[in-house]
Structures are given as C-alpha cells and as structure tokens.
C-alpha cells in the first residue's frame, strides 16, 4: 500500500492519532481481514483475540512509512522442543542437540512445522534435558522482508 493510501485509509475511518483501536480497525485501514491471514482461522479464540491485540499494539510502535510496506503472511500457535544433552552428568551445561516447531490446532491436532537438528554420530548424550516452550508465530514482510516473531503478549515479541 502506498503510504499516502495509508494515511488516507487512516483518516477515512476516524484514527487521526494514526493508532488502531482494535482489530475491526486493521481490518478497515489496511483491508485486510484477518481470516485471510494463513493459520487464523486454526487458533482457539484466546489466541486469536491474544494476536488482534498483539498486532494492533506492534503497528502501533511502527511509523507510517514501515505500515505502508506491512504484510501479513501467516500466524500459528507453536509449541517448540529443544533437547539439550549432557556427556557426564557433572558437566556444566547441556549442549542443545534438536530443535523441532510444530503447530498446535484448535482441534488437538499437531503439525510437524520445521525441525532443526544437530546431528553428530559420535557424540551420545546420555544425561538429556526436554524444554517447551509455547507461543503465537507470526510472519510477515516489511519492507519486503521476510521477518518473523514470538509473539507472548500483547506487548511482548521477539
């Protein structure tokens, strides 16, 4: 969109702050409705109404010039797994072996979304550590680049 259509679309639906209010507000300023966002329509309730006001808060932060150039790609609830290991069981830390991504559906159903491995054949660790951790994964284009984030509340991504 091209940033005098931003600032139009803005003022046209009453936000002279250039700040949304709510997701019904994105919907109307960059046409987009959020349905048509890939993975919305497989996240529970709470984390829908979790990614509104994430992402009402993140365009908040970001000037006119960058929302002119924001495109919204996908969003997924994920869980990620990594399992770290350990040769002896007094060593200082774990060395982190397996990360692995997968999408948790509103039905129960979980999708393998990517894996990253460290594969080494030599090295068995027979002291290991399994963390999860859980959050929204949003991805979008901004300025033409493909970002992603880790979306834990409304006010905190990474």
């Not at 963390?131 to 834990?152: A, G, M, P, S, Y």
């Amino acid at each position: 969109m091209e940033y005098l259509q931003l600032q139009y679309s803005y003022l046209k639906n009453g936000l002279e702050d250039f700040n949304l209010k709510s997701m019904e507000d994105f919907k109307n300023v960059f046409n987009i409705p959020p349905e048509y966002i890939a993975g919305y329509n497989g996240l529970h309730e709470d984390k829908k109404q979790l990614f509104g006001e994430f992402l009402v808060s993140y365009l908040n932060r970001i000037g006119l010039n960058t929302k002119a150039n924001f495109v919204p790609v996908s969003i997924y609830y994920v869980e990620e797994i990594t399992l770290g290991g350990k040769v002896q069981e007094n060593d200082e830390y774990y060395t982190e072996y397996s990360r692995q991504f997968y999408i948790l559906h509103s039905d129960g159903k979980k999708e393998k979304m990517k894996r990253k491995g460290y594969r080494d054949k030599d090295v068995i660790y027979p002291f290991t550590k399994e963390n999860k951790k859980h959050f929204l994964r949003f991805d979008f284009l901004e300025n033409k680049k493909k970002v992603w984030l880790h979306v834990i509340s409304p006010t905190e991504w990474y």
